[in-house]
């Protein structure tokens, strides 16, 4: 990687070596009293690193999505959403209803009739009864537009939580590339700090010999201590990222990430033209199939509302038992039969109902054209933000190359004694900003081809698809 390269050739390179010159050694500098203390896991001062375990970006989007809390709760949800169909068609299945009572009355009500041996009960002391009642839908027209919009519910909640799913992972790729990138900064920040520990100590050497003044002296100690400043802040801001990405994957904080290898992520070959990066957008994202399915759904509840104009049918059944059989003689007793029912005015219920739907389908298509239009638009500026990027890029990897010869030149200059102490730190601290500059722009690249991914409903690194195909 052009970054690691000039990370090794460059800051490395411009250690001091000698003790007559701003470079004074190749050796490792130990840390002094002034200098920052490590903090754990991270690489030190003097290049060492813990032995924190190196996650890829492949491992971190697998463990988000094996035990991310968030996509477990849509994973839950989906699961809750499968029950609709279910729910919907029991209203077309028989219900059967089981009842029975106890009842203990004062006394035993009974009679004789002439010719009849034994008298005749009408109510027990202790009364059993009990009931059986079964009813079924025959004809009932309402639950036909109901039973699809309730599949369609479950289309559309499996699309919301492939949704979900994928802005998780979206999420987690952007920490894992951020914290990436803050690695690479501390580095960078790290060397430089050891460039200036150098420099400190050759201006200190060239005061007490008398071949330097002690202003320079000062501004190396001032440079060393704004460096120890930056390495500080890297580090926390590393620290940070990596507390962020350890939330998103439900993990301690016990890794360290590794460099993306190559470019990370691609950039899909439908984002060479507009018109074919918007619509394979509209095509593949999630988030608009749901939105085209809210519509059918709306349309469907119209349907349903007007499909309460029509009459029902139903057809039922009771069977009943006691043990007191009474002038009849029959303890049990059955009846079947249909019913039928038609609902001729409710007081404008319906009518109200109707005009509701016809809202609610406006605005199903409201939200679908102002989805699409923001898809276009999300489109359109990832491709543009990718094409500045990437020449932001190609910018800083040349104003890193330019900055690198003009610290050789600077050097041989210094030496030769046509160039001041000061200028060589200002050179250098040049140097050190382009690689920042090139490390930025670098992450500014993997972020905006992945938010083109994102965008095109393209980025979908497991293939783990919580919808149906």
Do not use: C
């Not at 988000?64 to 989906?78: F, I, V």
């Not at 559309?156 to 900064?185: H, P």
């Amino acid at each position: 990687m052009f970054i690691r390269a000039l990370l090794s050739s460059v800051l490395l390179t411009q250690a001091p070596t000698s003790q007559a010159a701003p470079f004074a050694t190749d050796a490792p500098v130990k840390p002094t009293a002034s200098s920052v203390s490590d903090l754990p896991g991270q690489a030190s001062s003097t290049g060492t690193v813990a032995a924190f375990p190196l996650l890829t970006l492949e491992e971190a989007i697998a463990l988000a999505e094996k035990q991310n809390p968030n996509l477990d709760a849509a994973r839950a949800r989906l699961q809750q959403s499968r029950e609709l169909g279910n729910k919907a068609w029991s209203g077309y299945l028989p219900t059967v209803t089981a009842s029975g009572a106890y009842t203990r009355n004062p006394q035993e009500l009974s009679f004789a009739l002439p010719g009849v041996p034994e008298p005749i009960i009408l109510q027990n002391q202790d009364q059993l009864s009990g009931q059986l009642s079964a009813r079924q839908a025959l004809i009932v027209p309402t639950l036909w537009p109901a039973i699809k919009n309730a599949y369609l519910g479950e289309k559309t909640a499996a699309l919301t939580a492939e949704n979900t799913r994928r802005e998780i992972l979206f999420a987690v790729a952007q920490a894992y590339l951020g914290a990436a990138s803050l690695r690479e900064a501390m580095a960078v920040q790290e060397q430089l700090l050891e460039v200036r520990r150098g420099f400190e100590r050759d201006a200190q050497a060239r005061f007490e010999a008398g071949d330097a003044e002690k202003l320079a002296v000062l501004r190396a100690t001032l440079d060393r201590k704004q460096a120890e400043q930056e390495v500080v802040r890297s580090r926390n801001a590393y620290a940070t990222a990596r507390s962020s990405l350890a939330a998103l994957l439900a993990r301690p904080v016990d890794f360290d990430v590794a460099p993306p290898q190559g470019n990370a992520v691609a950039v899909p070959p439908e984002a060479d033209d507009a018109a074919v990066a918007e619509k394979t957008a509209l095509d593949q994202r999630p988030d608009a199939a749901a939105a085209r399915l809210n519509v059918d759904v709306a349309r469907g509840g119209r349907r349903q509302v007007l499909f309460e104009y029509l009459p029902n049918l139903y057809a039922n059944g009771n069977a009943s038992t006691t043990n007191t059989a009474g002038l009849t003689g029959q303890a049990s007793t059955w009846t079947v039969g249909l019913a039928l029912s038609w609902n001729l005015f409710d007081g404008g219920l319906r009518e109200a109902k109707l005009r509701e739907s016809s809202g609610k389908i406006a605005e199903a298509n409201a939200n679908l054209r102002g989805l699409e239009e923001q898809i276009r638009d999300e489109v359109r500026k990832s491709r543009s933000e990718l094409e500045s990027a990437e020449a932001n890029l190609g910018t800083a990897e040349e104003r890193a190359k330019l900055a690198l010869e003009s610290a050789r030149l600077a050097k041989q200059n210094f030496d030769a004694g046509a160039t001041t102490y000061l200028q060589v730190t200002d050179i250098n601290a040049t140097l050190a900003s382009a690689q920042l500059s090139a490390v930025a722009e670098s992450l500014n690249v993997r972020l905006s081809r992945l938010a083109l991914m994102r965008a095109m409903g393209l980025f979908d690194p497991t293939g783990h698809s919580l919808a149906p195909r």
